[in-house]
């Protein structure tokens, strides 16, 4: 997994291989815990993209593929619902397609996060998966949001 330099008259940036990225996103979400990712710095293997869902601009989508030779969507390396929570951006809900299939990483609490495929789309292939996770998040952030929020409020009465 070597990573190359390349040199551009304007600008020098560094490409990692698709594993490399895929595990350093992986490392970074292992808790969910999301940091922007700069979407100028994908390789050009990968491609993203980052829009509001409110406008009040605390909620966002922010999602990155896979493509392949033929330009096609290959893989779904991360599709993910973000929040502004107390000045901090916090990932309630996320898709990926790593194992082969999409499956949904979402957080109750600040605890670990919980993985399954209730409710995700099992036909098709990485382009339907990604416009489905993305048409997901975007038709239900709120309900994402609102049981965080509301099992935070649980566990804080719990700990008084």
């Known amino acids: 997994m070597g990573r190359r330099t390349h040199r551009n008259p304007r600008k020098s940036f560094v490409v990692l291989s698709k594993q490399e990225t895929v595990k350093h996103l992986v490392k970074r979400q292992k808790n969910l815990e999301l940091a922007t990712p700069d ?5 050009k293997s990968q491609k993203g993209q980052q829009f509001m869902l409110s406008s009040d601009r605390t909620d966002r989508v922010t999602y990155i593929y896979q493509l392949d030779v033929n330009n096609e969507v290959s ?8 929040t502004l929570i107390k000045g901090k951006w ?3 809900c996320r898709y990926d397609s790593e194992h082969g299939f999409l499956h949904r990483h ?3 609490r600040s605890g670990e ?3 399954n495929t ?4 099992k036909k098709g292939g990485s382009n ?5 996770a993305v048409k997901d998040i975007s038709n ?3 309900n994402y949001k609102n049981g965080y929020l509301n099992s935070l409020k649980k566990s804080n009465k719990k700990r008084k």
């Open 39 to 43: 979407l100028s710095k994908l390789p």
């Open 75 to 82: 893989e779904v390396i991360n599709v993910s619902y973000e």
């Open 90 to 92: 916090k990932t309630l």
């Open 106 to 108: 979402s957080r109750l």
């Open 113 to 115: 996060p919980i993985t």
């Open 118 to 121: 209730v409710g995700v789309i």
């Open 128 to 132: 339907d998966w990604l416009t489905w």
């Open 140 to 142: 239900r952030y709120l």
